[in-house]
């Protein structure tokens, strides 16, 4: 049985920082990329960045490349996501997902099998 429990959201202000993370429950962690996803209210659940089941290779969407930052630690089953220079626009439900048996990193949802409850991210203006 997988599981993802997420936590680190919170209330901050823009220009603030937050690291969010995603710990898995389940073997083989580190034979499984990761990607955190968002959604918005009233939007649809977009992808905000992956990283390789070894931790070698990330990438981003445009929107937060150069503010957010994906790592892994594979000893301790988790995922981050640190998040830098926030903006009102990042406000979303920030979700973290896991590719079943894939070390190969993917920005495409259809492509995760696991999926956490989500932790709530606000950042006023």
């Known amino acids: 049985q997988v599981q993802l429990v997420e936590s680190g959201g919170g209330l901050v202000e823009a220009g603030d920082s937050l690291r969010l993370s995603c710990v898995v429950s389940g073997r083989a962690f580190s034979m499984a990329a990761m990607g955190w996803f968002r959604q918005a209210p009233g939007k649809e659940r977009e992808f905000v960045a992956t990283i390789t089941g070894s931790g070698g290779a990330t990438d981003y969407a445009d929107s937060v490349k150069g503010r957010f930052t994906i790592s892994r630690d594979n000893a301790k089953n988790t995922v981050y996501l640190q998040m830098n220079s926030l903006k009102p626009e990042d406000t979303a439900v920030y979700y973290c997902?896991?590719?079943?048996?894939?070390?190969?990193?993917?920005?495409?949802?259809?492509?995760?099998?696991?999926w956490g409850q989500g932790t709530q991210v606000t950042v006023s203006s």
């Open positions: 997902a896991r590719r079943p048996d894939s070390r190969a990193m993917s920005s495409r949802q259809g492509d995760y099998k696991y």
